[in-house]
Antibody, heavy 119, light 107 residues
Framework: QITLKESGPSLVKPTETLTLTCTFS??????????VGWIRQPPGKALEWLAV???????HYSPFLNNRLTITKDTSRNQVVLTMTNMDPLDTATYYC???????????WGQGILVTVSS | DIQMTQSPSTLSTSVGDRVTITCRAS??????VAWYQQQAGKAPKLLIY???NLGSGVPSRFSGSASGTEFTLTISSLQPDDSATYYC?????????FGQGTKVEIK
């Protein structure tokens, strides 16, 4: 059974850097065809894809975040970390991590973590 | 970037009705479209991938189809548990993009 859980701060100040950790079980990020992605959802709004990392070290980022994102993985600890710099109140959202199978899409999601950006 | 234009934005319908939600891609995405269901206060759940393949444990009343760059999610007989917001997503090329969502309300 695949499970994922997001962790990190619930409140950050404008201009600060956000660090979120996705801790997962039930799969390995060394298995061919597997990835972990990050998606966010502002309150009452649609889903927005942010970044993804893969078993083969291929990383991809949303170009709409102006190079503010970094995704890294720790396969020994079964964790994926997303950092987002220069946080703004418009970045207030629920952040999800999700398991990706290469031909399938995002087939398992974490519960999400609400991050509020406010001074 | 590939835009996914989803319609309608809301749908108010009755238990037992047939429901159709459409997503139009701004360019070819081959078969690389997925549909997700998000119930209120919960994380999204994968319903369908590659146009018409059901996700794990998804009831057979859900189905997907395509015509060119227009993709359709159909619920054959709406159930109370289907009250949710539905999103399409293309994963043909980066950046992955989602539709704006369709909220399905039950009368």
């Amino acid at each position: 059974q695949i499970t994922l859980k997001e962790s990190g701060p619930s409140l950050v100040k404008p201009t600060e850097t956000l660090t979120l950790t996705c801790t997962f079980s039930g799969f390995s990020l060394t298995t061919s065809g597997v990835g972990v992605g990050w998606i966010r959802q502002p309150p009452g709004k649609a889903l927005e894809w942010l970044a993804v990392t893969h078993w083969n070290d291929a990383n991809h980022y949303s170009p709409f975040l102006n190079n503010r994102l970094t995704i890294t993985k720790d396969t020994s600890r079964n964790q994926v970390v997303l950092t987002m710099t220069n946080m703004d109140p418009l970045d207030t959202a629920t952040y999800y991590c999700a398991h990706r199978r290469i031909w399938v899409g995002l087939d398992s999601w974490g519960q999400g973590i609400l991050v509020t950006v406010s001074s | 970037d590939i835009q996914m234009t989803q319609s309608p934005s809301t749908l108010s319908t009755s238990v037992g009705d047939r429901v159709t939600i459409t997503c139009r891609a701004s360019q070819s995405i081959n078969t690389w479209v997925a549909w997700y269901q998000q119930q209120a206060g919960k994380a999204p759940k994968l319903l369908i991938y590659q146009i018409a393949n059901l996700g794990s444990g998804v009831p057979s009343r859900f189905s997907g189809s395509a015509s060119g760059t227009e993709f359709t999610l159909t619920i054959s007989s709406l159930q109370p548990d289907d009250s949710a917001t539905y999103y399409c997503q293309q994963y043909s090329s980066y950046p992955w993009t989602f539709g704006q969502g369709t909220k399905v309300e039950i009368k």
